[in-house]
């Protein structure tokens, strides 16, 4: 019976072989890193070659010279400052927010979230004008901050806090996913154990997260120092006072300086060049650990 019964059975057609869906892809997977490629070095890679060009163009005694100008010097030094005060404060708060809104339920949560992401929405330059509104001679709180000889705008506050409000989503938002996905398991083993807040953070949070921290640390560092339209608005580019680094490029190609303005740009493209290379760096460690650790 097994016989005819396998003889009126149709043959099954053996499989197509897969080498054109395989030649497909690889070809598709080629001119896809392609146009990357060719993307990355028009838009990345030729503008940073042309500013270190530029910059050294006249020599490397003009290029040095052109960060011994006291302008120069001040706005360095002015971000400098800035960011100093900017990321430490924002890291402090980016941990507490993100403490509060991964671990703990409470009203306004969601409303906590959407005004960590308002700089991401709001364009630097209104952020600025909003300060001016605020701050300004003429604005909201101007007269009671000149009658107590308090001076915000045009002046390194006003610029700090510019910074600071464009600056601080970074270190929240990466920092709130990667709690939300570690959970609560660990902090709550402590506290039965006995552990207090801070022995928790210490022993079991911070651990937990370093990677992490430490990255969106480094993202608001570069922009803290990069920042350019909301300081612009506050600062009043006053030469040697209130001019950052982004501020004193302008300044000097406008008058077609632009040996010097390069130079303090290629300064600023290193310290981009500078946070890519830590950047990678923490992606490396922190694969690395999750292969070595994969339960943290």
Not at 96 to 119: E, H, Q
Not at 208 to 223: E, Q, S
Not at 262 to 289: P, R
């Amino acid at each position: 019976m097994a016989g005819p019964i396998a003889q009126r059975m149709p043959k099954q057609r053996p499989a197509p072989p897969a080498r054109t869906a395989i030649a497909e892809s690889a070809f598709m997977r080629r001119l896809l890193i392609g146009i990357a490629l060719v993307f990355i070095t028009l838009v990345l890679m030729l503008p940073l070659i042309l500013v270190f060009s530029v910059a050294f163009s006249k020599g490397l005694k003009v290029y040095l010279d052109s960060f011994r100008e006291p302008d120069a010097l001040a706005a360095i030094r002015l971000t400098l400052i800035t960011a100093l005060i900017a990321v430490p404060v924002n890291t402090f708060f980016g941990i507490c927010a993100a403490w509060a809104i991964a671990k703990f339920n409470f009203r306004g949560k969601n409303v906590l979230i959407t005004l960590i992401d308002m700089p991401f929405a709001v364009s630097p330059v209104i952020a600025g004008l909003i300060f001016m509104i605020l701050f300004g001679s003429r604005g909201f709180l101007g007269p009671w901050l000149l009658e107590h000889n308090i001076q915000l705008v045009f002046a390194t506050p006003g610029i700090v806090i510019a910074t600071l409000f464009v600056t601080f989503p970074f270190v929240a938002r990466e920092l709130i996913p990667l709690m939300q996905a570690q959970g609560n398991e660990e902090e709550l083993s402590a506290i039965v154990l006995g552990a207090n807040g801070w022995q928790i953070f210490r022993r079991v949070t911070l651990p937990n997260i370093k990677w992490g921290l430490l990255y969106g640390v480094i993202l608001c560092n570069a922009r803290a120092m990069g920042e350019f339209g909301a300081v612009s608005v506050v600062s009043g580019h006053i030469r040697g006072l209130t001019n950052t680094m982004p501020l004193h490029v302008e300044i000097l190609y406008n008058e077609y300086n632009f040996a010097a303005a390069f130079a303090v740009a290629s300064l600023l493209a290193f310290l981009a060049l500078v946070t890519l290379i830590v950047k990678s760096v923490i992606e490396w460690k922190s694969g690395k650990d999750m292969i070595v650790n994969p339960e943290s």
